[in-house]
């Protein structure tokens, strides 16, 4: 598998912004969809946004469009996640995962996805 680490989380107050980092060791972003996914307590694992490997596709769950803004420096193997307009419906654990399996970068099925970071807390709160 390969490494993927996540930071950036925090606490963070209504209509707050957080930036997450993913930066992964070993391998060329170039290879590889990578996407953010959330879990909130009690809740599913859902897929945010997803950064194609050639960068042709970029997508987002719609609760987050407009919101958020993932991007990619390879020269860094790193990918963000800009998260702006913060809502406490935000809050979940955030991980970031690589796949190869397809071409258009959807998140429909976590099965997809190779492997994945230990994840960083997200709490959107007064």
């Known amino acids: 598998q390969l490494q993927l680490v996540e930071s950036g989380g925090g606490l963070v107050q209504p209509r707050g912004s957080l930036r997450l980092s993913c930066t992964t060791f070993?391998?060329?972003?170039?290879?590889?969809?990578i996407a953010w996914f959330r879990q909130a307590p009690g809740k599913e694992r859902e897929g945010v946004a997803c950064f194609s490997k050639t960068g042709y596709w970029r997508n987002y769950v719609d609760s987050v469009k407009g919101r958020f803004t993932i991007s990619r420096d390879s020269a860094k193997n790193t990918v963000y996640l800009q998260m702006d307009s913060l809502k406490p419906e935000d809050t979940a654990v955030y991980y970031c995962?690589?796949?190869?399996?397809?071409?258009?970068?959807?998140?429909?099925?976590?099965?997809?996805?190779?492997?994945w970071g230990l994840g960083t807390q997200v709490t959107v709160s007064s």
């Open positions: 070993g391998f060329s972003l170039d290879n590889y969809n």
């Open positions: 995962a690589t796949s190869t399996v397809q071409t258009m970068c959807l998140m429909t099925y976590l099965t997809d996805f190779e492997s």
